[in-house]
């Protein structure tokens, strides 16, 4: 598991430094691209692309805290600090979006003066960042499926919001160059919704890791089905499941014949213990008890894993 952890820490610290690379790179060509083509949506879209880079230093200091051995203060572990680099994300991501927002707004609101149509530069800017931007997207949400890790995989949301958010910026300068000016600061207002809309999907996802939720029936029925697949279990007769971060806590309640000796239940129980965890990476304690099935008379005995 300590293997696990860390190639996975390793992996998300690579996606990490290549995304950091990259958004410099696009955020400068957007930025150059936006002051010479005189276009307000493209210098929008970069400090977007920019921001993307704060977001990526702070998945790099989730992900190593998460990563951190339990101590005395933590004995569970440090996996929810992911879920807090997550909200600080959303957080962002949020005022990044209001910010821009509201600069088309006021453009708009100007009445059209000083409105003029973007240089085929910012057009070129706004479809070289759709496709970087969208590579970024499928490049980091494979690893972050791969580990996994919800604060990557909202870095990788945060890239496909930079890839939507150019698309805006693609067809305002489109439309403006075609004669309608005001179509440029309409798209930073597009631009805005769609960075809102990542933003509040990334933070209900981080708050539902953080609050204990279950884990969706598909995943607690294979959990199931793997515990009954046991000698010597009779039935599951409880089951729970909790998020704690990206990895998940079961607590299961097996059937097991009440005439047996202690050892046998406790090989039951041990043993649907030590399939769970090997079956089911994502689990990082599964808890096992024992209720009798007896014949006559009522339940009296019980042990845990």
């Known amino acids: 598991m300590k293997r696990q952890k860390r190639s996975g820490e390793r992996l998300a610290l690579h996606v990490s430094a290549v995304s950091i690379v990259w958004n410099v790179v696009l955020s400068a060509f957007k930025l150059f691209a936006g002051i010479f083509a005189r276009s307000g949506a493209m210098v929008s879209d970069a400090v977007h692309s920019a921001s993307d880079v704060l977001s990526t230093v702070i998945v790099i200091v989730g992900v190593r805290l998460a990563n951190r051995a339990p101590d005395r203060e933590h004995p569970f572990g440090h996996e929810r600090m992911e879920c807090v680099a997550a909200v600080v994300l959303a957080m962002i991501l949020a005022v990044t979006g209001v910010g821009i927002g509201w600069a088309g707004v006021e453009k708009i609101a100007s009445g059209g003066r000083s409105l ?4 085929v530069l910012a057009l070129v800017a706004a479809a070289v960042s759709i496709v970087v931007k969208e590579g970024m997207y499928w490049y ?3 690893a ?8 990557l995989m909202a870095d990788a949301w945060h890239h496909r919001s930079d890839a ?3 698309v805006g910026s ?6 403006a160059r075609l004669g309608v000016p005001v179509l440029d600061p309409l798209a930073s207002v597009a631009i805005c919704l769609f960075i809102l809309k990542a933003a509040c999907s ?3 996802e981080a708050v539902g890791k953080m609050t204990d939720r279950a884990c969706d029936g598909e995943f607690e029925g294979a959990l199931r ?6 000698e010597g279990v009779l039935g599951v007769d409880q089951l729970k499941t909790r998020l704690f971060g ?10 097991a014949d009440g005439e047996e000796s202690l050892n046998e239940a406790h090989a039951a129980a041990q043993q649907v213990h030590d399939v769970i965890e090997a079956r089911f990476p994502a689990v990082k304690h599964c808890m096992v008890h024992v209720n009798p099935a007896e014949k006559n008379g009522p339940a009296f005995y019980s042990d845990k894993i």
């Open 116 to 119: 003029e149509a973007p240089g």
């Open 140 to 142: 980091t949400r494979s």
């Open 144 to 151: 972050a499926k791969r580990i996994p890790s919800s604060a």
């Open 164 to 166: 939507l958010s150019s």
């Open 170 to 175: 693609f067809a305002g300068i489109l439309g």
């Open 202 to 204: 990334i933070f209900r």
């Open 225 to 230: 089905a793997a515990a009954e697949e046991q």
């Open 246 to 255: 990206d990895r998940v806590y079961v607590e299961l309640e097996i059937r």
